[in-house]
């Protein structure tokens, strides 16, 4: 099977390996060296020397773990909205009670740094800034690093983001950005099963934590520093997906951060180059076009659940449809972490040969 849908995304052997290793005590010797081991890679991945702390959960609490450690019921807060993930970040905003400001951008496009720009001025009381580095749901990556100066170096709020399909594909260099709070999940771009997530926090963030007042627990920022400090985490973590991020990121730092996000750049541009020799059309605009997840119209006539059950059936590839208002308007091709351009060429034969076997007569081919 071809699983290229945006998140599970493939394992290399060697850490579905890892992962399968016997349990280990996890107030033990051999879990703290792990834990230092994952934490201190992990900032090297991030290209941070902020904490980085890992949380036993899927992406999504790593969003809410930013929202309830850095903020207090009633903050005004900038949610830059691009799809549905960043739609997402600004409702658990809401959840626990900040009032947020959406800057909403069309389904295929990415925000601008002058709008966020002329939000921030004309809102002086937001405190921080969340916003979705690439959107899973439309194809899109945000200029981040274009973001965050304004956000940054002209009005010093607190910038949260949601790097859940970015960081460990695509670059973002979280000291150099200046990025408060970095969120990602094992099983987007690091090449390893779901169940961990990891947050950077910085030290504007932590300032931030001392007078959050939003409920917290199980998410606590503070608990999972203090744990760390001792190699534990505050609850029994994922120990089984530990082992295998902790061969994966072996994998990924021997390779170094430039290849790999070279890699993931060839492999974006031959998906976007195939899908539009086949006739296809790409969903986003192309200026903004994600190196991880490539948007794909479905061609008028053509039923988008029969063409991935067709893929899905007769030669074993799987790809996402859309989400929300976007599903059956869109299918999604997954290229992150574990991923080579012949991966690709495998999913472009399969498109080409399902349209067929469904009667579409693609133009240009
Ligand atoms: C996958 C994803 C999430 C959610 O992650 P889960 O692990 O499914 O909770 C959030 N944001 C983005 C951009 C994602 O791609």
């Known amino acids: 099977m071809n699983l290229r849908v945006p998140g599970p995304t493939p394992c290399p052997d060697e850490v579905l390996a890892s992962a399968s290793?016997?349990?280990?005590?996890?107030?033990?010797?051999?879990?703290?060296?792990?834990?230092?081991?994952?934490?201190?890679?992990?900032?090297?991945?991030?290209?941070?020397?902020?904490?980085?702390l890992i949380l036993t959960a899927s992406g999504t609490a790593a969003l809410e773990a930013a929202i309830v450690n850095t903020l207090s019921p009633g903050d005004k807060v900038l949610a830059v909205v691009v799809g549905v993930f960043g739609e997402r970040f600004a409702q658990i905003a809401e959840a626990y009670g900040a009032e947020v400001l959406r800057l909403t951008v069309p389904h295929g496009s990415a925000a601008e740094p002058d709008e966020v720009r002329q939000a921030l001025k004309g809102n002086p009381a937001i405190k921080a800034v969340l916003i979705t580095h690439n959107e899973t749901s439309t194809g899109v990556t945000n200029d981040l690093s274009a973001i965050a100066q304004v956000v940054k170096e002209e009005f010093d709020k607190l910038l949260l983001v949601d790097a859940v399909s970015s960081i460990g594909a695509l670059p973002l260099p979280v000291d150099e950005w200046r990025c408060d709070v970095v969120t990602t999940g094992s099983q987007k771009a690091w090449m390893s099963p779901p169940g961990i997530a990891m947050v950077s926090v910085s030290p504007q963030a932590w300032k931030a934590y001392e007078t959050a007042k939003m409920p917290r627990f199980y998410?606590?920022?503070?608990?999972?520093?203090?744990?760390?400090?001792?190699?534990?985490?505050p609850w029994t973590p994922a120990v089984s997906v530990l082992f295998g991020l902790d061969k994966a990121l072996e994998r990924l730092l021997s390779e170094g951060l430039p290849r790999i996000h070279e890699n993931h750049a060839a492999v974006g541009d031959a998906c976007r180059t195939g899908i539009k020799g086949l006739g296809l059309d790409l969903f986003p605009?192309?200026?903004?076009?994600?190196?991880?997840v490539t948007a794909i119209k479905v061609p008028p006539g053509v039923d988008a659940a029969a063409l991935l059950e067709?893929?899905?059936?007769?030669?074993?590839?799987?790809?996402?449809g859309g989400q929300q208002d976007l599903s059956g308007k869109i299918i999604r091709v997954g290229h992150m972490g574990y991923v080579s351009i012949e991966d690709i060429d495998i999913v472009l034969d399969a498109l080409q040969a399902s349209l067929t076997d469904l009667g579409v007569v693609q133009a240009g081919v």
Do not use: C, W
């Open 285 to 292: 605009d192309e200026r903004y076009a994600s190196n991880t």
């Open 310 to 320: 067709r893929l899905r059936t007769r030669y074993n590839v799987i790809l996402a």
């Open 21 to 52: 290793q016997q349990m280990i005590n996890h107030r033990g010797p051999e879990f703290k060296d792990l834990i230092f081991r994952v934490t201190s890679n992990l900032q090297r991945a991030f290209e941070t020397k902020n904490d980085v």
């Open 219 to 233: 998410l606590d920022f503070g608990k999972a520093k203090s744990y760390l400090e001792r190699g534990q985490t």
